[in-house]
């Protein structure tokens, strides 16, 4: 089992910028690749980026050059940077992974809200 946390949400102005971060526990190391996703309510959830255990990135062509996935030195933590943020970033942001078998696991997720 993999258990994930996210954190690092919040509440930020147009134009600002976040870093959300993503902590694997468990069996961190049957993860093959950990991933990025934002649902707003009545929505389905949305792919952000995500990357693989080898370090290969996939992203949403729509949010590539604002927001950038990357690994942390610790095995297990991926972060999601997000600048110039705008009101339709507002949503809950998740952490995803995926295990060789493969199973999901999904993080709680974190509220980013936008506000001028």
């Known amino acids: 089992q993999v258990r994930l946390v996210e954190s690092g949400g919040g509440l930020v102005q147009p134009g600002g910028s976040l870093r959300l971060s993503c902590e694997a526990s468990?069996?961190?190391?049957?993860?093959?690749?950990m991933s990025w996703y934002r649902q707003t309510p009545g929505s389905q959830r949305e792919f952000i980026a995500t990357?693989?255990?080898?370090?290969?990135?996939n992203d949403n062509d729509s949010l590539r050059g604002r927001f950038t996935i990357s690994r942390g030195s610790t095995e297990g933590t991926v972060y999601l940077q997000m600048n110039n943020l705008k009101s339709e970033d507002t949503a809950v942001y998740y952490c995803y992974a995926r295990d060789g078998i493969p199973r999901d696991f999904w993080g709680q997720g974190t509220q980013v809200s936008v506000i001028s």
């Open positions: 990357i693989s255990a080898r370090g290969r990135i």
């Open positions: 468990g069996n961190i190391n049957s993860i093959r690749a």
